[in-house]
T-cell receptor, first 115, second 117 residues
Framework: GDSVTQMEGPVTLSEEAFLTINCTYTATGYPSLFWYVQYPGEGLQLLLKATKADDKGSNKGFEATYRKETTSFHLEKGSVQVSDSAVYFCALSVLNTGTASKLTFGTGTRLQVTL | GAVVSQHPSRVICKSGTSVKIECRSL??????MFWYRQFPKQSLMLMATSNEGSKATYEQGVEKDKFLINHASLTLSTLTVTSAHPEDSSFYIC?????????????FGPGTRLLVL
């Protein structure tokens, strides 16, 4: 079945440090890949997505590139801020004919950014 | 952007009562919505897929008689937790599927925290 593996957290960084959160996947078919962010006490917000190989999703300084050869979608940011502290979820969905595509989530990676 | 709301954001109820949670897509129509449950510091667990005008599809292990789902319109799905018990206390999150051509993207509501006393 489909699955997403994320690096375990928590990840603790100082402000302005470089961030990488690893994500790899296994899927049947050709998945779309997503990063969602969850701030404390809130629901998930779509951060970025990529729908085909070599696509790069980007938003708010975050980037992730869909790497089919390594089945990866690592999240990166060049300079993190305290306000980036949250839980980040990698997810995939595979387009199904006739039924809605379900999201398969990774376990989430908690990021803590300190001054 | 695509906005999904949930109501209420927090609810406290007594054991044995029923609680209804609403999920609305505010600026797009959603034939499909999803209901998730999230335990503290864990990922989201898909409970069911809510289909407008038809019965919901429940994931294995989710009691359909306990978690009633109604998707009466293209912008509203409701989850009713019937005869709630303390173990039902959790963070419930809905999402709505937005179609753009053949691309599907789920947009999530802010979640509802349920506490059953």
């Amino acid at each position: 079945g489909d699955s997403v593996t994320q690096m375990e957290g928590p990840v603790t960084l100082s402000e302005e440090a470089f961030l990488t959160i690893n994500c790899t996947y296994t899927a049947t078919g050709y998945p779309s890949l997503f990063w969602y962010v969850q701030y404390p006490g809130e629901g998930l917000q779509l951060l970025l997505k990529a729908t085909k190989a070599d696509d790069k999703g980007s938003n708010k300084g975050f980037e992730a590139t869909y790497r089919k050869e390594t089945t990866s979608f690592h999240l990166e940011k060049g300079s993190v801020q305290v306000s980036d502290s949250a839980v980040y979820f990698c997810a995939l969905s595979v387009l199904n004919t006739g039924t809605a595509s379900k999201l398969t989530f990774g376990t989430g990676t908690r990021l803590q950014v300190t001054l | 952007g695509a906005v999904v709301s949930q109501h209420p954001s927090r609810v406290i109820c007594k054991s044995g009562t029923s609680v209804k949670i609403e999920c609305r897509s505010l600026d797009f129509q959603a034939t499909t919505m999803f209901w998730y449950r999230q335990f503290p510091k864990q990922s989201l667990m898909l409970m069911a897929t809510s289909n407008e005008g038809s019965k919901a599809t429940y994931e294995q292990g989710v009691e359909k008689d306990k978690f009633l789902i109604n998707h009466a319109s293209l912008t509203l799905s409701t989850l009713t937790v019937t005869s709630a018990h303390p173990e039902d206390s959790s963070f419930y999150i809905c999402s709505a599927m937005r179609l753009a051509g053949v691309q599907e993207t789920q947009y999530f509501g802010p979640g509802t925290r349920l506490l059953v006393l």
